[in-house]
């Protein structure tokens, strides 16, 4: 969502911390020690190794054995029906549905020690996005809340519009963006907004940009079949808080780009945008502009382009994150959501895995990133593709995985990570780490490092008061 009712942060120059401390706790400023602290407080940010962030959130857990920690020589029972097959990493063991992923792990780094202990999909979700935590509050269910945890994408946002070296006056891409729905919007038979991806108690000033395509039916899942490009506007949820600049929702054959010229007609004839905050006016300034209108517009790229990505929903999305971030945007989420209840959280049956899952994601990874290889765009984009969580080594009665969250798997590619190369090793069940355990936060860390913002940097929470952006965190040792 777009809609910003933030208040624009401060600083306090030309004081030391020393004497901006002395001076708040006289209450000389009229001022709390907590809001103050908060206004001194500057993201920490130095030269990135990445320009950028693709982040490839694949819902509900992919099996660690049925993708790239493959156990062949255990029992019947776990190491599942599928083979694994040769790749360009030397002993990466990688399931047969991926070929195109085998024929490119040359340009990424496998993970196999992610590990943490929440099994549920809201938690785990919020914490890999994150790196903290989520504790559902009580009669909260599983919906994102004001006072979750900002999202990544969000304190990457913060930072680059806090901090001196981030500001780029006049620009015109947002700084993060969530591909091609909020999590959850399309999950059959639930109304969810699932945790994680948004800016919670950093304020709304910081929320994702969000597009949204729809279904066709209730039983459709556009991630498994081609789409239409009348299915793939990308429009924009929340562009606007006032109905006069809303975009028109009830012409469904108006394109995206027709819509960008409905909006920006109303705002050159309404005195509504007058009373906006100065970040919200630059916002819709943003969206409407010729700039952000030719990236949301998947019709400029060729079709063998698409082809390559893959017309099915998951394909096109990614290949919309690798226009965005060309176009400037620091932080592209792309969400393969459980739209039909299950998908990724396959406790069903592998049917699904073998014939849907894993061949689109295949087809969309293996693109991406030959795509930016091709266009010199992978050394400064790090693209990172995991789940929230791993499946349970011993499978069910009808051959599906139950939740497990205790090891699962991750790839790290661009950015200066080292392609070919594997990272920690697991057990003989694919069921604990063996070496190297991965936490979330170590992940939250290694991302933000590569971004060039100091993982230990302190941010101001919703009191006011400086929190640490990651807690005991290590960063990962992936890059060359």
């Known amino acids: 969502m777009l809609t910003v009712l933030g208040q624009a942060s401060s600083a306090c120059d030309g004081l030391t911390r020393r004497r901006l401390l002395e001076v708040a706790g006289a209450g000389l400023l009229g001022a709390s020690f907590g809001k103050l602290a908060a206004a001194e407080t500057r993201p920490a940010v130095r030269a990135p190794r990445a320009r950028s962030v693709i982040f490839l959130f694949l819902y509900g857990g992919p099996s660690q054995l049925e993708t790239f920690d493959m156990k062949p020589e255990a029992a019947d029972a776990i190491r599942g029906p599928f083979k694994p097959i040769a790749s360009r990493t030397p002993e990466l063991r990688i399931c047969e549905y991926l070929p195109k992923t085998a024929a490119v792990s040359d340009k990424f780094c496998v993970l196999r020690t992610?590990?943490?202990?929440?099994?549920?999909?809201?938690?785990?979700?919020?914490?890999?996005?994150?790196?903290?935590?989520?504790?559902?509050?009580?009669?909260?269910?599983?919906?994102?809340?004001?006072?979750?945890?900002?999202?990544?994408?969000?304190?990457?946002?913060?930072?680059?519009?806090?901090?001196?070296?981030?500001?780029?006056?006049?620009?015109?891409?947002?700084?993060?963006?969530?591909?091609?729905?909020?999590?959850?919007?399309?999950?059959?038979?639930?109304?969810?907004?699932?945790?994680?991806?948004?800016?919670?108690?950093?304020?709304?000033?910081?929320?994702?940009?969000?597009?949204?395509?729809?279904?066709?039916?209730?039983?459709?899942?556009?991630?498994?079949?081609?789409?239409?490009?009348?299915?793939?506007?990308?429009?924009?949820?929340?562009?606007?808080?006032?109905?006069?600049?809303?975009?028109?929702?009830?012409?469904?054959?108006?394109?995206?780009?027709?819509?960008?010229?409905?909006?920006?007609?109303?705002?050159?004839?309404?005195r509504a945008v007058d009373g906006y905050h100065d970040f919200e006016k630059r916002a819709l300034a943003l969206v409407t502009s010729g700039e952000a209108r030719r990236a949301l517009d998947i019709r400029q790229e060729s079709a063998a382009t698409r082809d390559r990505y893959g017309r099915h929903l998951f394909g096109q999305a990614t290949l919309m994150a690798r226009r965005l971030i060309e176009a400037g945007v620091r932080f592209a989420t792309v969400h393969y959501d459980c739209v039909d209840g299950y998908s990724w959280d396959s406790h069903l049956s592998s049917r699904d895995v073998k014939s849907h899952l894993l061949p689109t994601f295949d087809q969309a990874y293996a693109a991406l990133l030959t795509d930016l290889e091709e266009r010199g765009l992978l050394s400064e984009t790090l693209v990172v593709a995991i789940g929230e969580m791993g499946r349970t080594p011993r499978a069910n009665p009808n051959w599906g995985r139950n939740h497990w969250s205790t090891l699962f798997s991750a790839l790290l590619a661009g950015g200066g990570v080292r392609g070919g190369t594997m990272y920690g090793t697991s057990d003989a069940q694919a069921a604990y780490p063996t070496d190297h355990p991965i936490r979330p936060e170590d992940l939250a860390a290694t991302i933000f490092d590569a971004l060039g913002i100091d993982p230990e940097m302190r941010i101001p929470n919703s009191q006011g008061r400086p929190v640490s952006l990651v807690e005991n965190a290590k960063k990962i040792d992936v890059f060359a």
Not at 120 to 138: C, E, M, N, V
Not at 232 to 251: C, N, P, T, V, Y
Request: glycine residues 12%.
């Open 114 to 270: 992610l590990t943490h202990p929440y099994n549920d999909h809201s938690t785990a979700g919020h914490y890999l996005q994150t790196g903290h935590p989520w504790h559902i509050p009580i009669g909260g269910g599983f919906n994102s809340t004001p006072n979750d945890w900002p999202s990544m994408g969000s304190v990457a946002q913060y930072a680059q519009q806090s901090s001196r070296a981030g500001q780029q006056p006049g620009g015109t891409m947002p700084g993060y963006v969530v591909l091609p729905n909020y999590l959850g919007r399309l999950e059959e038979g639930l109304v969810l907004r699932r945790p994680g991806e948004y800016a919670g108690w950093l304020g709304s000033k910081y929320e994702p940009l969000t597009t949204v395509i729809d279904k066709r039916h209730d039983k459709d899942n556009p991630y498994w079949r081609d789409c239409k490009d009348d299915e793939l506007r990308f429009e924009i949820q929340g562009l606007a808080a006032g109905k006069d600049l809303a975009l028109d929702r009830l012409s469904r054959r108006r394109s995206l780009v027709e819509q960008f010229d409905l909006v920006r007609r109303k705002l050159d004839g309404s």
